[in-house]
Nanobody, 117 residues
């Protein structure tokens, strides 16, 4: 079992920045996917950004150019730098890891991000 510990959420004004961090309790399979999803009140959970161990990174259209995803394999960590935040970025952000081609999948407990206008 892998535990994911998230940090870095909070309250920020529109135009501000936050950096989310997620550290896994142990290394996952050498082939994996790591990233972040978010869920706004009353909405379904949606992909924000994910990156594969092969080096491919995918961003939601709504965050392209503002968010940057990075991973540190030595620390079993993945981070999300969020710049120029908008009120519509508000939600609970969940760290996600898929170990191997088909899983298992692991989720963090979620960290709240609130962007005020």
């Amino acid at each position: 079992q892998v535990q994911l510990v998230e940090s870095g959420g909070g309250l920020v004004q529109a135009g501000g920045s936050l950096r989310l961090s997620c550290v896994a309790s142990r290394a996952t399979f050498s082939i994996d996917v790591k990233g972040w999803y978010r869920q706004a009140p009353g909405k379904e959970r949606e992909l924000v950004a994910i990156t594969t161990s092969g080096g491919t990174t995918t961003y939601a259209e709504s965050v392209k150019g503002r968010f940057t995803l990075s991973r540190d394999n030595a620390k079993n960590a993945v981070e999300l730098q969020m710049n120029n935040l908008k009120p519509e970025d508000t939600g609970v952000y969940y760290c996600y890891v898929r170990s191997g081609f088909v899983g298992p999948d692991y989720w963090g407990q979620g960290t709240q991000v609130t962007v005020s206008s």
